[in-house]
C-alpha cells in the first residue's frame, strides 16, 4: 500500500474515530437536525406517501440499508453518518492531492477552524456527500478542459444529480463558470467545452422525468419556497436557460474577439499589485458586508443561542472568525506572488477561478434570499466553499507560524477548532439550541 493511501485512511479513520466520540459521549445530534428529518421521510416513504426529497440517493440508501440490516432508520442513521465521515476526508485528501498539495495536515488543521466543516461533514444528510462531489467534480472537469484526464467528471456528474439537488445546482453552476473562464482566458473554445455543457444540460433532465426522484421536491418548491419569488417555478428556469444559452452564444459569437493578442487578466493583476493595500481593504469590507446582510437576513431564533450577547457570539464563532482572517491574508499573499506556491500553476489557476465562481454564487445566494423561503443560502454556499477556501486560508496559518511558532499557534489554532465544535455540537452547558 502506497504511503499516501495509507495516509488518506488514517485520516478518514481518526475523523470517523471523532465523529462516533461526538455522537456517543455528547450525544451528537442534540439541538433539532437534519437526521431526525430525514429518518421521518423515510418512514414516511415507507407508509407510501409521496413525500418532497431533496436528496433521494441518500434516502433510497437510509431505506435499503435498514431494510436489509432489519433495523429502523434511526438505528441506521448514526453509522451512515459515521461512514460518511470516513468517505468524505478520504475524498478530500484525494482532492487535494490532485491539486498537487500533498501535506494535508496544515489544511484539515485550517478547516478544523471552521463550522462550515464541521457541520455538514459531522451530520449525516445528503449535503455531506453532495460537498466532496461538487469538489471533486469540478476538479474532474477542470482536468479535463486542460487534458489532463478528468473522466470522473461524467461519473460524477449523474451521481450528484441523484444525491442531492442544491449539489447538483452548485456543481452545475460552477462548471458552467470553469468553462467560460478557461473558454475565455485561453481563447480557445474547443470539443472538451461543447462536451462539458451538453453533459450538464443532459444532466437536467433529471427534473423533467414524469414521476421522477424530484417530481414532489419541484411542486414543494414552486408552491412553499417560492412563494415570495416574482416568477414561477417554470418561468424562472425558462429565464435562467435562456439567459445561459445567450451567454454562451455570445461567447461563441465573440471568440475573434477573445483571440486577439491580448493579456487581460495579466493587466488586472498587474493593477492589484501596484494596489494591493487597497485591494485588500476593498476584498475584505466587501466580505463584511455580504455577511452583514446575511446576518439581518436569518431569522430571529439563529441568534437565540447567544442570548444577545456579543461577547457569547464572538467567542463561539472565534474558529469562523479566524478562518475567514487567515484566508484573507493567505489569498493576498498568494495571489500577490509574495507566497512561493507548492500547487501546479493549472490548478492554481482553477482554484482561482473557483473561488471566483463561488463569490459570484454567494452574490447570488444573498439576493435571492430576500424573495425565498429560507434566507441562509450564502451560508449553504460557505459549505460548499470552505473545500476550496481552505487552501489560501492555510498559507494565511503558515504566516502565523512564522511570528507564533510551536505553542502559541497550535494553543490559537486548538482554540478555535474547540469554539466551532463546540458551535455545532451545542452542549447545554456551553451552548444551547
Known amino acids: 500500500m502506497r504511503p499516501r493511501v495509507a495516509a488518506l485512511l488514517a485520516w478518514g ?7 462516533c466520540a461526538l455522537r456517543i459521549l455528547l450525544d451528537y445530534p442534540i439541538c433539532a437536525n437534519d437526521e431526525s428529518a430525514w429518518i421521518q421521510i423515510a418512514r414516511q416513504l415507507d407508509r407510501g406517501v409521496d413525500w418532497p426529497v431533496s436528496g433521494p440517493a441518500f434516502v433510497d440508501l437510509l431505506r435499503q440499508t435498514a431494510w436489509y440490516t432489519a433495523f429502523s432508520p434511526a438505528q441506521v442513521m448514526p453509522w451512515l453518518g459515521v461512514a460518511g465521515v470516513f468517505v468524505v476526508v ?28 464541521w457541520a455538514p461533514l459531522l451530520e449525516a444528510r445528503p449535503q455531506q456527500w453532495g460537498q466532496l462531489a461538487v469538489f471533486l467534480g469540478s476538479i474532474s472537469v477542470w482536468r479535463w478542459l486542460q487534458q489532463r484526464g478528468g473522466l470522473a467528471f461524467f461519473v460524477a ?30 481563447r480557445r473554445w474547443s470539443r472538451r467545452h461543447l462536451l462539458v455543457v451538453l453533459s450538464l444540460a443532459a444532466s437536467l433532465a ?22 415570495h419569488w416574482p416568477l414561477g417555478l417554470a418561468d424562472s428556469v425558462t429565464v435562467l436557460s435562456l439567459a445561459a444559452l445567450l451567454g454562451l452564444l455570445l461567447l461563441w459569437a465573440t471568440q475573434g474577439f477573445w483571440r486577439q493578442a491580448f493579456q487581460w487578466p495579466a ?3 498587474a493593477l492589484l499589485l501596484r494596489h494591493r493595500r487597497s485591494t485588500a481593504w476593498a476584498l475584505g469590507s466587501a466580505a463584511i458586508a455580504v455577511l452583514a446582510v446575511q446576518a439581518y437576513l436569518l431569522p430571529p431564533e439563529a441568534w437565540d443561542p447567544y442570548e444577545g450577547s456579543w461577547l457569547r457570539f464572538a467567542v463561539f464563532q472565534s474558529g469562523n472568525l479566524m478562518f475567514a482572517a487567515f484566508f484573507l491574508i493567505g489569498a493576498g499573499r498568494w495571489l500577490m506572488g509574495l507566497h512561493p506556491s507548492r500547487i501546479d500553476p493549472v490548478m492554481t489557476r482553477f482554484l482561482v477561478w473557483a473561488l471566483l465562481g463561488f463569490a459570484l454564487l454567494g452574490l447570488l445566494s444573498v439576493t435571492v434570499s430576500w424573495w425565498l423561503l429560507h434566507t441562509n443560502w450564502f451560508l449553504r454556499v460557505l459549505n460548499y ?4 477556501a481552505a ?4 498559507i494565511g496559518v503558515e504566516q502565523l507560524s512564522r511570528h507564533w511558532p510551536g505553542l502559541r499557534r497550535n494553543a490559537l489554532l486548538a482554540a478555535g477548532t474547540a469554539a466551532s465544535l463546540v458551535c455545532v455540537v451545542r452542549p447545554p452547558l456551553l451552548l444551547g439550541c
Not at 100 to 107: D, E, H, I, S, V
Open 385 to 388: 466553499g470552505i473545500f476550496f
Open 157 to 186: 456528474l449523474p451521481c450528484v444529480a441523484f444525491t442531492h439537488i442544491l449539489s447538483h445546482a452548485v456543481l452545475v453552476f460552477l462548471c458552467c463558470f470553469l468553462v467560460a473562464a478557461d473558454s475565455i482566458t485561453q
Open 206 to 227: 433529471v427534473y423533467g422525468w414524469p414521476d421522477g426522484p424530484y417530481a414532489a421536491m419541484l411542486q414543494d418548491l414552486a408552491q412553499a419556497h417560492l412563494q
Open 90 to 117: 478520504c475524498g478530500l485528501g484525494w482532492g487535494y492531492a490532485r491539486l498537487g498539495l500533498t501535506r494535508l495536515l496544515p489544511l484539515f488543521a485550517t478547516l478544523a477552524l471552521s463550522s462550515y466543516f
Open 267 to 269: 493587466a488586472i493583476a
Open 13 to 19: 479513520g481518526w475523523s470517523a474515530l471523532l465523529a
Open 391 to 394: 487552501v489560501p486560508a492555510a
